[in-house]
T-cell receptor
């Protein structure tokens, strides 16, 4: 059974700091991993999708890495801004029709 | 482009009352459809998914049910709500195929059972 864990559960940083969010999964036989952003009371928005053949993906100030053998992924946010405040979730495919999500990391970037 | 709608956005219901949440998708055909529940501080829990009209798979036994009367319509229902049904309900869709690459989420419904 695939289990996804995210550490830390919450993180508060001053504006401008670089930060790393962590995601681990128990079954390394995945074909991709995805990072989502969720604003309070809203749905999920996809940020980055890393295929199993890739080691990282970049979008603007975001960089996600994937190490399948160790069952880990990191989301790196450079030069954080107050607008980055949200909950970040990672997810991996499970069976053929489902995804497994972590509980998320709630990020607060203080001005 | 594809869009996904959910309504209502918020709902407050007494214990024992019925429930009906609706989700519709535009701009795509034959999608996989999903209902998730998100409790405070916890991850998303898959409740139901559907690969076609009238085809519903249940992941978690509970007093909720789902129906797919049309290709792009997914409904979550209950005959009698429990306090434990409170939470944030998300509908999602993915491209029908042999595997899920990504899911696209609706704005969610906040349900409070009193």
């Amino acid at each position: 059974k695939q289990e996804v864990t995210q550490i830390p559960a919450a993180l508060s940083v001053p504006e401008g700091e670089n930060l790393v969010l962590n995601c681990s999964f128990t079954d390394s036989a995945i074909y991709n991993l995805q990072w989502f952003r969720q604003d309070p009371g809203k749905g999920l928005t996809s940020l980055l999708l890393i295929q199993s053949s890739q080691r990282e993906q970049t979008s603007g100030r975001l960089n996600a890495s994937l190490d399948k053998s160790s069952g880990r992924s990191t989301l790196y946010i450079a030069a954080s801004q107050p607008g980055d405040s949200a909950t970040y979730l990672c997810a991996v495919p499970y069976n053929n029709n489902d995804m497994r999500f972590g509980a998320g990391t709630r990020l607060t970037v203080k001005p | 482009s594809q869009t996904i709608h959910q309504w209502p956005a918020t709902l407050v219901q007494p214990v024992g009352s019925p429930l009906s949440l609706e989700c519709t998708v535009e701009g795509t055909s034959n999608p996989n459809l999903y209902w998730y529940r998100q409790a405070a501080g916890r991850g998303l829990q898959l409740l139901f998914y559907s690969v076609g009209i009238g085809q519903i798979s249940s992941e978690v036994p509970q007093n909720l049910s789902a129906s797919r009367p049309q290709d792009r319509q997914f409904i979550l229902s209950s005959k009698k709500l429990l306090l434990s049904d409170s939470g944030f309900y998300l509908c999602a869709w993915s491209v029908l195929g042999t595997r899920v690459d990504t899911q696209y989420f609706g704005p969610g419904t906040r349900l409070t059972v009193l």
